[in-house]
């Protein structure tokens, strides 16, 4: 069995948590859900432009695991821009914090 993965540190929850291409309608298109923690992985490296051993030490996680966070959560990305998908940002796994250091517990998803 394996081992429950450990809950990653995210600073930023969005206002908005769905984009989708104008001029189509919903019923048409396909989603793509993109988890908060991959959101914040995207913050850090590609919008604060820190390294990415730096935001595994924010995220509270492992530079590897850092690492398939950001290449998924790109992946993710570029298949919607490409294939005109919409993004719907929810779940993951993760703990907002709040103040200096203190966390809180996120939503989870079955995933």
Known sequence: ????PKMRKIAFLPHLTFFKPAGVPLKYLQEISLGFEE???IRLKDLEGLEQ????VRMGISRPTFHRIIVQARQKLARALIEGK???IEGGNYR???GHGRCETGKKSNR
């Open 86 to 88: 919409a993004i719907r």
């Open 53 to 56: 051993e730096a935001c595994a």
């Open 96 to 98: 907002l914090q709040v």
């Open 1 to 4: 069995m394996p081992r429950p």
């Open 39 to 41: 959101l914040e992985a």
